[in-house]
Nanobody
């Protein structure tokens, strides 16, 4: 299976910034798309941002203008720069990658982001 390794989560004050990163590990695949999702306790896992192999991006309305998704094609990695964080952004953030050959989706283990003063 594909293993996605996430890093960058933590505790930050409102208005602060964090940068999340995700990279494939152990098994090498090329991905057609990668993205970030988040899930708060008792709630659905929702899309935050996605980026295709061609570089097209899509953002949830709640994060537009504050978050930026980017990728490194050579390394098959994806990052999420999060600025102007507020408590509503508190959630477990998950990385997702789509296998370009099989179109199967793979998920990271999740990393906790907590925005609190």
């Amino acid at each position: 299976q594909v293993h996605l390794v996430e890093s960058g989560g933590g505790l930050v004050q409102p208005g602060g910034s964090l940068r999340l990163s995700c990279a494939a590990s152990r098994t090498i695949f090329m991905f057609s798309a990668m993205g970030w999702y988040r899930q708060a306790p008792g709630k659905q896992r929702d899309l935050v941002a996605t980026i295709t192999s061609g570089g097209s991006t899509n953002y949830a309305d709640s994060v537009k203008g504050r978050f930026t998704i980017s990728k490194d094609n050579r390394k098959n990695t994806v990052s999420l720069q999060m600025n102007s964080l507020n408590p509503a952004d508190t959630a477990v953030y998950y990385c997702k990658a789509t296998n370009i050959a099989t179109y199967l989706d793979y998920w990271g283990q999740g990393t906790q982001v907590t925005v609190s003063s």
